[in-house]
């Protein structure tokens, strides 16, 4: 058995599988509360408690898989190159969204960090969760934080955010796509941009360009607080 779960290959395929029961069950469900991530991550979990798997077997396969990460979100290329004239026609719009956005993912935080009165770790942690993770991992590291404690801050605001987004749009009518592009993508980076690929293609562009965007603007702001 530990022959096995010590390959790489192990991470792998039950990532992929997990994932894939997720998918699977988020089409069944046909609600966004099903969120395919979220339940990979379930999966995983009780497949290493249950059979009594050390997490440095599974991260083998991994942290193989996180390093398509960067080139995943890459990828949105392609979809904000079919949009670019409407990127062209809302730019403003779209450089004031991801900067409104920002700035209040990070104010937030901090305030309540300073209510809850968490140390500067911690509040170094948390702060750069709407970003992509590659971008939160480096902001963290770069202010002190904790990486493992960013990278789970990360998720679960890219979970929260694809699983609501839909709802929060419907919630409050927001009929225009720039517009609700630009939100998910500042708010909940990829895996939030995934859920706007499904809504539009035009949202998942913009969703995709305010990923970039907003991850400059946090990279600023958070040179600014103290």
């Known amino acids: 058995m530990e022959a096995v779960t010590s390959?790489?290959?192990?991470?792998?395929?039950?990532?992929?599988?997990a994932y894939a029961v997720g998918v699977w069950l988020n089409r069944k469900a046909k609600t966004?509360?099903?969120?395919?991530?979220?339940?990979?991550?379930i999966?995983?979990?009780?497949v290493l408690l249950a059979f009594h798997i050390p997490l440095e077997h599974y991260q083998a396969g991994g942290d193989f898989i996180a390093l398509?990460?960067?080139?995943?979100?890459?990828?949105?290329?392609?979809s904000v190159y079919r949009?670019?004239?409407?990127?062209?026609?809302?730019?403003f719009p779209v450089l004031l969204g991801c900067?409104?956005?920002s700035l209040?993912?990070?104010l937030s935080v901090y305030g309540l960090c300073r209510a809850f009165r968490l140390d500067e770790k911690l509040t170094a942690s948390m702060l750069p969760k709407s970003v992509t993770t590659p971008i939160a991992m480096e902001i963290s590291r770069q202010h002190g934080g904790i990486v493992p404690v960013t990278v789970a801050a990360v998720i679960i605001t890219g979970i929260l955010g694809s699983m609501l987004a839909p709802l929060l749009i419907k919630a409050f009518r927001v009929k225009n796509p720039v517009a609700a592009g630009v939100a998910i993508g500042t708010a909940s980076h990829a895996v939030g941009t995934s859920k706007a690929v499904e809504i539009?293609?035009?949202e998942g562009a913009m969703s995709g360009i305010a990923i970039g965007i907003s991850g400059v603007f946090t990279v600023l702001l958070a040179m600014l607080l103290p």
Not at 43 to 46: H, P
């Open 7 to 17: 390959s790489p290959l192990f991470g792998i395929v039950l990532s992929i599988l």
């Open 32 to 41: 966004p509360l099903v969120n395919p991530l979220l339940v990979a991550i």
């Open 43 to 46: 999966l995983v979990a009780l």
């Open 68 to 78: 398509f990460l960067a080139p995943a979100t890459a990828s949105l290329a392609l």
């Open 83 to 91: 949009q670019r004239e409407i990127l062209k026609k809302n730019l």
């Open 99 to 101: 900067a409104a956005g």
């Open 104 to 106: 209040t993912s990070m």
């Open 200 to 202: 539009g293609e035009t």
